[in-house]
Nanobody
Framework: QVQLVESGGGLVQAGGSLRLSCAASGRAFSNYCLGWFRQAPGRERDFVAAITSSGHNTDYADSVKGRFTISRDNAKSTVYLQMNSLNAEDTAVYYC????????????????WGQGTQVTVSS
C-alpha cells in the first residue's frame, strides 16, 4: 500500500511559477512509475507528466511541454512538478499517481492516487 500526499498548490498570477510535491508513504516507492494529472471544473482528468521508476525517462502532455518539469527523489520518496509560465488554462486540481508500468500510468490506469491540490492561475 502506498499513500500519496500532494502539496504546493495555491494562487499564482499568470506567468508565475509553482512547484508541486507529492510525498509517498509505504513500501517500494522506487518501484513505481509516478505521474501528475489534473482536472479542471467540468472536465475530465487529464494526463500532465510522468516519470519512470528510475527517473531516466519522462513524458509530458503537449500543453505543458517546455513549461513543466517532473522529477523524483527516491531517497525522499517524493515526486515533484515544477510549473513555469503558468496561464489560466493550467487552473485545475492536480493529482499525483503511481502505477506499475509507464504505459499504464500514461493511460491513467494508476494503482494509487493522491487527494489532489488546487492550482489557480489568475490572469
Amino acid at each position: 500500500q502506498v499513500q500519496l500526499v500532494e502539496s504546493g498548490g495555491g494562487l499564482v498570477q499568470a506567468g508565475g511559477s509553482l512547484r508541486l510535491s507529492c510525498a509517498a508513504s509505504g513500501r517500494a516507492f522506487s518501484n513505481y512509475c509516478l505521474g501528475w494529472f489534473r482536472q479542471a471544473p467540468g472536465r475530465e482528468r487529464d494526463f500532465v507528466a510522468a516519470i519512470t521508476s528510475s527517473g531516466h525517462n519522462t513524458d509530458y502532455a503537449d500543453s505543458v511541454k517546455g513549461r513543466f518539469t517532473i522529477s523524483r527523489d527516491n531517497a525522499k520518496s517524493t515526486v515533484y512538478l515544477q510549473m513555469n509560465s503558468l496561464n489560466a488554462e493550467d487552473t485545475a486540481v492536480y493529482y499525483c499517481a503511481a502505477a506499475n508500468t509507464f504505459g499504464r500510468l500514461r493511460a491513467g490506469d494508476a494503482i494509487y492516487w493522491g487527494q489532489g491540490t488546487q492550482v489557480t492561475v489568475s490572469s
